[in-house]
């Protein structure tokens, strides 16, 4: 079994499917033959988070016939916090200087697994 975060159709891949895996990365794979993925079943994807693009989620039930199984601990919670413009620009422009360049969001997750 694949240990993965998420799958999502888009309209714009009507073929295949986009797959966050436990690391954060995106994936896709051809959605036919119906068989249990491998490593040489994924291939490049270069585009938005499924998330942004409207994406549909791939029920949950199909995981296991693609061999694939849910991470539990997946991004999926949101909060919101408030920051000023300052704080903002702050945050972002760190993001950007470090190698590799981080998002806010991920500045924000690192933060919170380091304590």
Not at 56 to 73: A, D, R, S, T, V
């Amino acid at each position: 079994m694949i240990k993965i975060n998420g799958v999502w159709y888009l309209n714009s891949l009507p073929l295949h499917a986009v797959v966050e895996l436990e690391n954060g990365s995106l994936t896709k794979f051809l959605i036919t033959p119906f068989r249990e993925l491998g490593n040489k079943d994924f291939t490049d994807y270069k585009g938005y988070h499924p998330r942004k693009c409207k994406g549909q989620q791939l029920p949950n039930y199909l995981y296991k016939f693609y061999g694939l199984e849910k991470n539990n601990e997946s991004l999926t919670e949101v909060i919101h916090v408030r920051l000023t413009p300052t704080e903002k620009s702050k945050i972002e422009t760190y993001g950007q200087n470090l190698d590799p360049k981080l998002s806010s969001s991920e500045i924000v997750r690192k933060f919170i697994s380091d304590l």
